[in-house]
């Protein structure tokens, strides 16, 4: 298994609550992916990165933010967490970028926003 | 942007039965294509791939191929066990180093 861990991996949070998820790897790849699970929608990309520091939106990104001081970690910040958000968020790596190698995937961080 | 479309709905069949999965692709450009695993409580793992157009991937006795003329990459297996019950995902290369995905199926196999 690749080496990457999602921190927490269960969650229960009230609406407009901050909350900040963490994915860790230990495998020094450069590309870190933030999607979440929903059903009926299959996986959405929230925020990616393509190294320290360097970060860019996906296609649902809206009510959340991203940060990566350094390699091996790639924060997921809900600034005031809504009941929307209540989804299963995985983090994936990729040692190339998804256009050159697979992505990994951690085991997921469910949270319930109430 | 590239997307996929997998057939809608769960799909449950008896151990041994041949097993198709459909997913078709919208995209500019070439882009691989890539069928993912998931198991129950676990992350998406990587089934099979294909990176150009007739290029066949396959692993643990699953099979998919590129078909550009038909903008398809259904997923096959010829004896499926109770062990391939998950859901499974289709996706593409889109831009800028992300992967797209389909709306994943759902297999279940009865003994």
């Known amino acids: 298994d690749a080496g990457i861990t999602q921190s927490p991996r269960h969650k229960v949070t009230e609406t407009g609550t901050p909350v900040t998820l963490r994915c860790h790897q230990t495998e020094n790849h450069r590309y870190m992916y933030w999607y979440r699970q929903d059903p009926g929608h299959g996986l959405r990309l929230i925020h990616y990165?393509?190294?320290?520091?360097?970060?860019d939106k996906g296609e649902v990104s809206d009510g959340y933010s991203v940060s990566r001081s350094k390699t091996e970690d790639f924060l997921l910040t809900l600034e005031s967490a809504t009941s929307s958000q209540t989804s299963v968020y995985f983090c994936?790596?990729?040692?190339?970028?998804?256009?050159?190698?697979?992505?990994?995937f951690g085991n997921g961080t469910r949270l319930t926003v109430t | 942007g590239n997307s996929v479309t997998q057939m809608e709905g769960p799909v449950t069949l008896s151990e041994e039965a041949f097993l198709t999965i459909n997913c078709t692709y919208t995209a500019t450009g070439y882009p691989s294509l890539f069928w993912y695993v998931q198991y129950p409580g676990e992350g998406l793992q990587l089934l099979l791939k294909a990176t150009k157009a007739d290029d066949k991937g396959s692993n643990k006795g699953f099979e998919a191929t590129y078909r550009k003329e038909t903008t398809s990459f259904h997923l096959e297996k010829g004896s499926v066990q109770v062990s391939d019950s998950a859901v499974y995902f289709c996706a593409l290369t889109s831009s800028e180093n992300r992967l797209a995905f389909g709306k994943g199926n759902q297999v279940v196999v009865i003994p």
């Open positions: 990165s393509y190294g320290v520091k360097d970060t």
């Open positions: 994936a790596i990729s040692e190339g970028g998804a256009n050159n190698s697979p992505l990994h």
